[in-house]
């Protein structure tokens, strides 16, 4: 090999790797470029995500994320079972504390047991806040408790469920007038009006669920109960023998005994009349017959001897 081609070679040579190390550079340089950029890309994704999270925490809670551990809404009904010495004053007294408090009477029946004895059952609405006190002034005007229980029913949850479905509703509803004012069509109309009807309807009624929780929330029900404690000692009352008015009373049955004993008689012999007579006629003849016989039967005898 001659010198000449010695130093081509070599050229060549370095020239490969002088190409060689450029690439390396450029791509560890291009490598490096993506490698930033994916990290800034990063770093905007998770500012973006953080930005979101912190704006959704400084949001409102809307009606889904209500806290209902807080303020619950509790139904309760008390029972009570009392003995009272006089039931009309019992029931006076109730009444003024009822009044008092603000609530109102739903039922009140009173009526007298068999031993003489008043008792009387109340169905009365009392506020909620006063619901605890009115029971312990019921209990304390009795003689004696013979049975007290309180139910509570926790209706927060349907309560807070109606308030979402009513929101939605009323979105439903208020989509529905702007559609009825830009509508041009007859049909179009038509349709959102039943729409329309159908959706207010539903709206009363999510309405008329959500007042009556909360007048059952804001007034409790309370049961009494209420019977008499006392002896009744029966007296003797002489206007309650009415000795003159039973007497005759037993004079009357007993001639209407006699009267209907005399009338069957005189029924039984006149309506079986022709029978009678038969009967008589054949015992009649019978006896006759057999007195007749009894008179040859000696004759017979007298003969057989001669």
């Known amino acids: 090999m001659t010198k000449k081609r010695f130093y081509i070679w070599l050229l060549c040579v370095i020239t490969v790797f002088v190409l060689a190390a450029c690439k390396s550079d450029d791509s560890a340089d291009s490598s490096g470029e993506m490698a930033k950029t994916n990290e800034l890309s990063d770093s905007k994704e998770f500012a973006?995500?953080?930005?979101?999270?912190?704006?959704?925490?400084?949001?409102?809670?809307?009606?889904?994320?209500i806290d209902v551990t807080g303020d619950r809404m509790i139904v309760h009904r008390g029972n009570l079972e009392v003995k009272v010495k006089n039931l009309e004053t019992a029931r006076k007294d109730i009444e003024k504390k009822v009044k008092e408090y603000g609530g109102y009477i739903v039922e009140s029946n009173i009526y007298r047991e068999e031993n003489e004895l008043m008792s009387g059952y109340l169905t009365i609405?009392?506020?909620?806040?006063?619901?605890?006190?009115?029971l312990n002034d019921t209990e304390k005007a009795a003689v004696e408790v013979m049975e007290r229980s309180v139910t509570g029913q926790d209706v927060t949850e349907e309560y807070v469920d109606l308030e979402s479905r009513l929101k939605s509703k009323r979105a439903v509803e208020q989509r529905l007038l702007d559609f009825m004012k830009?509508?041009?069509?007859?049909?179009d109309l038509l349709k959102i009006s039943s729409d329309l009807a159908k959706v207010q309807e539903e709206i009363e009624v999510i309405v008329g669920k959500m007042k009556y929780l909360e007048n059952q929330t804001a007034y409790s029900t309370v049961d009494i109960f209420m019977k008499e404690n006392k002896v009744v000692v029966p007296g003797?009352?002489?206007?309650?023998l009415n000795t003159w008015e039973k007497t005759k009373q037993q004079l009357a049955v007993s001639l209407n005994f006699l009267l209907a004993a005399a009338s069957g008689i005189v029924v039984f012999f006149v309506g079986?009349?022709?029978?009678?007579?038969?009967?008589?006629?054949?015992?009649?003849?019978?006896?006759?017959f057999v007195k007749r016989r009894k008179r040859k039967k000696p004759h017979i005898k007298d003969t057989k001897q001669d």
């Open 48 to 65: 973006v995500r953080d930005d979101a999270e912190k704006s959704t925490e400084d949001e409102p809670a809307g009606e889904e994320n």
């Open 125 to 134: 609405r009392i506020p909620e806040k006063h619901f605890q006190q009115f």
């Open 272 to 288: 079986n009349l022709p029978i009678l007579i038969l009967v008589t006629l054949i015992g009649v003849g019978v006896y006759y």
């Open 236 to 240: 003797v009352d002489g206007n309650k």
């Open 182 to 187: 830009t509508a041009q069509k007859t049909e």
